[in-house]
């Protein structure tokens, strides 16, 4: 992708030294396969970072080609400085100017297929017209090389349905005949998990995964992951192990479901349970759906919304999925935003990070002085061999200063490699109340290779011991586990008086109340 060249072949047909008719084809050299559970360009290892770009976009609203070719030219190259190496085009073929834009980009393009969502089908219509199709599909991509990948569809649900089972490997079966280039092909993008658990015809498993909007928390998202891989291994694997590529090709969303609302206010209770209590489902998230991941209030806020939950939330999701260097082989956010900066973080090839022993949960609420262990990992996805690299530790206030926290060497890292070790560092005691920023940096010789951030809130210790008055008549729910035993704890060393209750119905003589820590559903409400 960093150097395309590309060529041309003409045809012509000529009668007695006069061309009757001819026709040129440009076309590259390039071999995309899987072997394994890898992906190799040209016989060279590589990850794929990618993002989607949906093509019901482009053509039939009337732009001209020129229109067309300024705004798919755009996205490309915005892709392209953000890291990304490859753009999927859900839910139907492209057309075909961008697939000529992409040769000459240097993007690779995993294309796909019209059969999207639906099972009802016709039996006998369906196979005829759908076949068809899709081989002059094929042969219009087919020298393109840009096109690396053929996707089949996208998320159709076969479970049960041996009709719908039976096409989808039909149609595997039909592009595998026609390209004899052997480029990896995939039953459907999201076929991973969700759609049936019958064995597909696949050189690809493809997860799609919106956790923390549809789902339970996003702290959960390790777990999900393994419970999904461990389904998969049945399914596809050998000797308890994956022998074909695992790629997440659709996660995170906020690119849908905003609502705005610039008068909403942070402490105002009333207004906060006036969204709580509307529905909200994975479309229409009401506002309230974002919540559990970027807050109501940036989700409301019309300058932050989708866009902050695509950076922060992004961030945070593509950090878990960097780490799970060995399980996944690439990834896309369903952002189809070229404008998003962090992305420029979660694709560098050299990638570090920092994490706790409890799902990746990010740093972000610290204390002056106090002294922190997390798990230091740098993941390089990509052939390249490093030696005496160096890595620093700092704190940055708003006021630009900054303090070191710790610095270290790593002799060598090997291409393809995972290390990890334990990192303690300590808080300067001096450090002021308020926002702060803790960035890990990785030097070769002396120049910046590689970086990552965590935007913190720092407070004071004494904040931990100094007594509260208790102006307010305090409820707090019995505890439901052991976790929650940690509250009451806290409660009684800050001086706050409370009463404890295990009924709702009798909150009538409270004005607060306070619902403990817990790691499994309470059992409040009818």
Known sequence: PENPYLYYLTLALVDQQRVITARAERFGFREFTVKDKDFYLNGERIYLFGENLPSVRFGGYGASEGQNAKELAGIMVGFKRQGYNIIRNPHMPIIPLALKLADEIGMMIYNEWAWSFTNTLDSVEFEQRNLKELEEWVYRDYNYPSVVMWSCGNEVRYSGNKLTYDLLNKQVTRVRELDRSRRPISSFSGAAYGYGTEKLDTDVIDLHTYLGLSSPAWTNWEANLESVLELDKGIYGENGKLNKPFIIWECVGYSWGQVYDPNFTL???????????????????????????????????????LKYGREHYGKRIMELIRYQHENVQGFAPWFHDYTTSAAALWNQPLFAGLRDNSGGVPLTNLFAGKSYQQTFFLTNSQEKKFNNLEVKLVIVGLDGKEKQLKSFSILELLGWQKQEQTLQFKLPGDLAAGSYQIRLTIFENGKEISRNFYDVFVQEQKILTTKIE??????????????????????????????????????DNYVVLIIPSTNKPYQLFD
């Not at 909200?280 to 989700?299: C, H, K, N, V």
């Not at 707090?476 to 404890?500: H, P």
């Open 470 to 507: 208790t102006k307010k008549r305090v409820a707090l729910l019995e505890a439901n586990a052991e976790v929650g035993v940690k509250t009451k704890e806290i409660l009684t060393n800050l001086g706050i008086q409370f009463a404890e209750v295990a009924d709702l119905g009798k909150l």
């Open 267 to 305: 402490n105002n209770i009333d207004n906060y349970a006036s969204y709580a209590e509307k529905p909200t489902t994975w479309a229409l998230s009401g506002g309230i759906g974002f919540a559990g991941t970027i807050g109501l209030a940036a989700a409301l806020d019309p300058n932050r919304s």
